[in-house]
């Protein structure tokens, strides 16, 4: 089994940076690739950033040249940097792992991100 837990959102100004941060524990070798999702308020949750063995392997195209995701090397933490934010950023983030042991996708609780204007 694989848990994930996020952490670093927050309130920022347009123009800023927040970098959120997935902890993984568990069977983490299982680990086959880690997403980033998020979901505004009475809307559908979205893919933000999906990086998988051989790297980044999709980002929304709202946040290409603004937000990187990347992963540590022992499968153990998944992070998405986001710069130059923007209010239309504002959502729940929900980082997702895929395993190697299971069709069913893991998610983390969310963490808030809050961009005023």
């Known amino acids: 089994q694989v848990q994930l837990v996020e952490s670093g959102g927050g309130l920022v100004q347009a123009g800023g940076s927040l970098r959120l941060s997935c902890v993984a524990s568990?069977?983490?070798?299982?680990?086959?690739?880690f997403g980033w999702y998020r979901q505004a308020p009475g809307q559908e949750r979205e893919l933000v950033a999906r990086?998988?063995?051989?790297?980044?392997?999709f980002i929304l195209d709202s946040g290409k040249g603004r937000f990187t995701a990347s992963r540590d090397n022992a499968w153990s933490t998944a992070y998405l940097q986001m710069n130059r934010l923007k209010p239309e950023d504002t959502a729940v983030y929900y980082c997702?792992?895929?395993?190697?042991?299971?069709?069913?996708?893991?998610w983390g609780q969310g963490t808030q991100v809050t961009v005023s204007s």
């Open positions: 990086i998988g063995r051989g790297g980044p392997i």
């Open positions: 568990g069977n983490t070798r299982s680990i086959n690739a």
């Open positions: 997702s792992a895929e395993s190697l042991l299971s069709t069913a996708t893991i």
